[in-house]
T-cell receptor, first 115, second 115 residues
Framework: AQSVTQPDIHITVSEGASLELRCNYS??????LFWYVQSPGQGLQLLLK??????LVQGIKGFEAEFKRSQSSFNLRKPSVHWSDAAEYFC?????????????FGTGTRLQVTL | DAMVIQNPRYQVTQFGKPVTLSCSQT?????MYWYQQKSSQAPKLLFH???????NEADTPDNFQSRRPNTSFCFLDIRSPGLGDAAMYLC??????????????FGPGTRLTVL
């Protein structure tokens, strides 16, 4: 069965500093990987996804992520954090159920941004 | 804009009193999902529909049921809510995918409180 580990429960960065959120996955086949962001009391918004091809993927809001198969990782990065980036970030792996994509989420990383 | 809509955004019910949460979509996606997200936890898939084909997760309690009368609407019924069912309930949709590579689009969620 697939699983996702986000080792950092809570991260605090200063506005303007760079950010890296870690994600490790376990999946027997080719992984389909996602990063979602959730603001308090809101649903999940897709930041970016990796299906195949270029291992460095660009997303919305200036985020990017790099897929490293050898390390089973899909870390999220942003060169300069804005105060509005404060939220909960979830990494997920998608698995095939035959007709649907079943997402398994990590436990999330809460990002706090200090001014 | 095409979107996923959940009503109500906030629902308060009494212990043991049946409650129904609603989800609608204008994306015309074949697949609809229901997730439960407890405070500070990752979303957990309860079940999904592929068209009218219902797919229950093995560990979803019998207390949770779902209906999908047409492509656009899906309902989550909690027959006898307990205090442990207080959570955010997220609805999501996706296209049919024969792999895990289907992006899911999430609604804003319904926050359920059980008194």
């Amino acid at each position: 069965a697939q699983s996702v580990t986000q080792p950092d429960i809570h991260i605090t960065v200063s506005e303007g500093a760079s950010l890296e959120l870690r994600c490790n996955y376990s999946y027997g086949a080719t992984p389909y990987l996602f990063w979602y962001v959730q603001s308090p009391g809101q649903g999940l918004q897709l930041l970016l996804k990796y299906f195949s091809g270029d291992t460095l993927v660009q997303g919305i809001k200036g985020f990017e992520a790099e897929f490293k198969r050898s390390q089973s990782s899909f870390n999220l990065r942003k060169p300069s954090v804005h105060w509005s980036d404060a939220a909960e970030y979830f990494c997920a792996v998608g698995a095939n159920t035959g007709t649907a994509s079943k997402l398994t989420f990590g436990t999330g990383t809460r990002l706090q941004v200090t001014l | 804009d095409a979107m996923v809509i959940q009503n109500p955004r906030y629902q308060v019910t009494q212990f043991g009193k049946p409650v129904t949460l609603s989800c609608s979509q204008t994306l015309n996606h074949n697949v609809m999902y229901w997730y439960q997200q407890k405070s500070s936890q990752a979303p957990k898939l309860l079940f999904h529909y592929y068209d009218k084909d219902f797919n229950n997760e093995a560990d979803t309690p019998d207390n949770f049921q779902s209906r999908r009368p047409n492509t656009s609407f899906c309902f989550l019924d909690i027959r006898s809510p307990g205090l442990g069912d207080a959570a955010m309930y997220l609805c999501a949709t996706s296209r049919v995918a024969t792999s895990g590579r289907a992006e899911q689009f999430f609604g804003p969620g319904t926050r359920l409180t059980v008194l």
